[in-house]
């Protein structure tokens, strides 16, 4: 009888490294994903990510896409509860993938995997999963998620998937990062008027430095407030640092 995680011979994996392709927008995040579904007998894909910086008690897993639809938020609470905390500290150490298996005993991975993954204890979820950890720095790092009640996945499939998940989480923080970017880009006295201003420098010493009057500085401020779509002055030189306009 063959096992459920074996991939059908004579069928060779649709997922190639070789053929590793970049999707730019959502709709191609969500289209890999769906493919990567299909491919490993799964019923539903999710993609979870680390919010929060610092100390791991100011951090929390979050899901931020998935297919579970008008069950999203119950299911991604249900797998953070359960297994969350497991999570976040193996991504801390470890780029091995994680798998569990759900009520059926032989929901989930080939012997063959072992060695490849870390494996949670059985049962706990009503369902098999597989989640391919990613870690991009500060930022952007998190988990691609694969549920299903049997899934078929064996060592060269779980290689070619862990590259599309990395590809995934690149294509969501830079979709991140193109919505932080200002419609209109800030001209060359916006710019060094945040630059002043983020040195600690008032309006006034900003004008003098500059050979403008105090009121053009606080225009210049202001509209660059705006491009950048902050609240507030203080807001608006973190985007800055952010994006790059200042140091």
Known sequence: ????????????????????????????????????????????????????????????LACTLSSWASETEKTARTLVETHGETLMAHLETSMLPVVWEGDDANSFIAEEL?????????????????????????????????????????????????????????????ADEKRMQPAEALNDREIACLQMAGDGCISESIAEKLGLSVHTVNAYLGTATTKLDAVNRVQAIAKAIRLGYIR
């Open 1 to 60: 009888m063959e096992h459920p995680f074996s991939q059908p011979k004579g069928e060779a994996p649709e997922i190639r490294i070789s053929k590793l392709s970049r999707p730019k927008r959502t709709t191609d995040v969500v289209a890999t994903l769906q493919h990567m579904q299909k491919v490993a007998g799964a019923k539903n894909f999710a993609v979870f990510r680390i919010l929060g910086q610092g100390l791991p008690s100011a951090r929390r």
């Open 114 to 174: 072992a060695s490849f993954a870390l494996r949670l204890p059985p049962s706990q979820l009503p369902y098999a999963g597989i989640a391919f950890p990613v870690r991009l720095g500060s930022s952007g790092n998190g988990f691609v998620v694969l549920t299903g009640d049997f899934l078929r996945i064996d060592t060269d499939l779980v290689l070619d998937m862990h590259m599309r998940a990395g590809q995934i989480m690149v294509d969501l923080l830079a």
